[in-house]
């Protein structure tokens, strides 16, 4: 990874037929965690897919810690370096946890020799040691979404991106990924980029929100500064949740189209 730690977005746009999933992304995304909101639809899954390389954007560009992955060259290391765990994490079912975790390291590029030992490593810190030997087919849904996770970060990488990585799982099992991301985002230089729907985790584990909206950057700024919007509470929701509202609502009011987000200066 290039000394200039980040991932900078420069126009990012994306269209699928006659729709924008994204339009006019512009914006850096620098060490630590940033959280990304919006409503279904809004271009969260989109993005992430697109900085893990899977689709390229109708226009635009984008770089991380300085690769340009419309080089070839460039997109070898950053593939390398990074580390991604989608909504949906598909696996060998009826292989071990442990194999599966060998597998992602040698497709990372771990030195086969090496493979082994960092899957048990990987295992150990997201708290699966003790199910190297299982078959992943008889894992709780909780401990496959930490699977996946050990997946995603067996090579080290200093870019990791998660797609709902609470998501359908019980309030133990999501504390337990939020304790490890917060504790691997806190290594340094470490760019961590995941997308939620539970707006109150944020607190836990952000040092930057990102809110999309219609494809477009609503918010994009500090934790402090997202919570600004949410005022004193009124009963029916979080300040988390009242400072999400609040920025939807300024940018259906607004129109905004990727100017001029919220908390962009």
């Known amino acids: 990874m290039n000394e200039a730690v980040g991932i900078d977005c420069e126009s990012l746009s994306v269209r699928h037929g006659a729709v924008w999933a994204l339009r006019d992304v512009t914006l850096r995304i620098g060490a630590g965690v940033t959280a990304v909101l919006g409503p279904n639809g809004a271009g969260k899954s989109t993005l992430l897919r697109l900085l893990v390389t899977q689709c390229a954007p109708s226009r635009g560009s984008f770089s991380v810690g300085g690769l340009d992955p419309r080089r070839q060259s460039d997109l070898n290391r950053l593939r390398l370096d990074m580390g991604f765990l989608p909504q949906r994490f598909e696996c060998m079912e009826w292989s071990s946890a442990l194999r599966n975790v060998e597998y992602s390291a040698w497709a990372h590029g771990v030195a086969v020799p090496d493979c082994n030992e960092a899957a048990y490593d990987a295992l150990s810190m997201v708290g699966l040691s003790h199910v190297a030997g299982m078959q992943v087919r008889k894992l709780s849904g909780g401990m496959r979404q930490r699977l996946g996770l050990a997946c995603a970060v067996v090579h080290r990488p200093h870019v990791l991106i998660l797609d709902e990585p609470t998501v359908g799982i019980d309030p133990r099992q999501r504390m ?3 304790r490890f991301l917060k504790d691997y985002a806190a ?15 944020i607190q836990t584990l952000a040092s930057d929100v990102l ?20 005022g004193e509470r ?19 009011h607004t129109g905004a189209r990727g100017s001029d987000p919220v908390g962009s200066a």
């Open 187 to 201: 290594q340094g230089d470490v760019i961590v980029v995941m997308s939620t729907h539970i707006v109150d985790e």
């Open 234 to 252: 009124d009963g029916l929701g979080s300040v988390w949740e009242l400072a999400y509202a609040a920025v939807l609502d300024r940018s259906e």
């Open 176 to 178: 337990d990924i939020r």
């Open 211 to 230: 809110v999309l909206d219609r494809g477009s950057v609503a918010f994009h700024g500090s934790l402090e500064r997202f919570r600004s919007f949410g």
